[in-house]
């Protein structure tokens, strides 16, 4: 079993729609990250947090430490919300483990 | 800022030629990182530094992989024999301060080994 797992593997959706992406975890951690890759190949940091809530234009990111559980919500989607989303864990002081992703697709 | 910059982007070669990529971190950022990108493994730490620093090298493959941080804005990551398995993209990332702080992504290096 991975360390981190995401769900759903591959989401469609339709324009507008409310989007979540789940990601949990078996291990401790310090913080933990949301990252999106476009097409194109190139990788963005949209959160890390700890504890708690963020929120950054249409994006919301939670987190529940004792859970082991975080989810990336997205308000209004639009097609260039298409992207691979990941979901990464801080082990230690640094180390980053990955999730598989999570792929999704925005239908205009 | 540039951002991170990495180069080749792009890098075709044969099976049993030394490979460098290369990585140039954001100014001011103590912290790299090395990562590979499969389609069977997905993303995985190979290695990362702090100040210029080897830290926690036990991401790397095996011998044939090294690399090196000889000052603040340069760092190499190197295959040698590449083979055709090491085909993937190769990332390099850079925050500031140990904890906290952002991670910055270069746009990669794909590497093909035929």
């Known amino acids: 079993k991975n360390e981190v797992e995401q769900s759903p593997q591959n989401l469609t959706a339709q324009e507008g729609e409310f989007i979540t992406i789940n990601c949990s975890y078996s291990v401790g951690i310090s913080a933990l990250h949301w990252l999106q890759q476009h097409p194109g190949g190139g990788i963005v940091s949209l959160f890390m947090l700890s504890s708690g809530k963020k929120k950054h234009g249409r994006l919301i990111a939670t987190i529940n430490i004792q859970e082991k559980h975080s989810s990336l919500h997205i308000t209004a989607s639009h097609p260039r919300d298409s992207a691979v989303y990941i979901c990464?864990?801080?082990?230690?002081?640094?180390?980053?483990?990955f999730g598989q992703g999570t792929r999704l697709t925005i239908n205009p | 800022d540039a951002g991170v910059i990495q180069s080749p982007r792009h890098e075709v070669t044969e099976m049993g030629q030394e490979v460098t990529l290369r990585c140039k971190p954001i100014s001011g950022h103590n912290s790299l990182f090395w990562y590979r990108q499969t389609m069977m493994r997905g993303l995985e730490l190979l290695i990362y530094?702090?100040?210029?620093?080897?830290?926690?090298d036990s991401g790397m493959p095996e011998d044939r992989f090294s690399a090196k941080m000889p000052n603040a804005s340069f760092s190499t990551l190197k295959i040698q024999p590449s083979e055709p398995r090491d085909s993937a993209v190769y990332f390099c990332?850079?925050?500031?301060?140990?904890?906290?702080?952002?991670?910055?992504f270069g746009e990669g290096s794909r590497l093909t080994v035929l």
């Open positions: 990464a864990v801080v082990q230690g002081a640094q180390k980053l483990v």
């Open positions: 990332a850079s925050k500031a301060g140990r904890r906290s702080g952002e991670l910055f």
């Open positions: 530094f702090n100040n210029n620093v080897p830290i926690d």
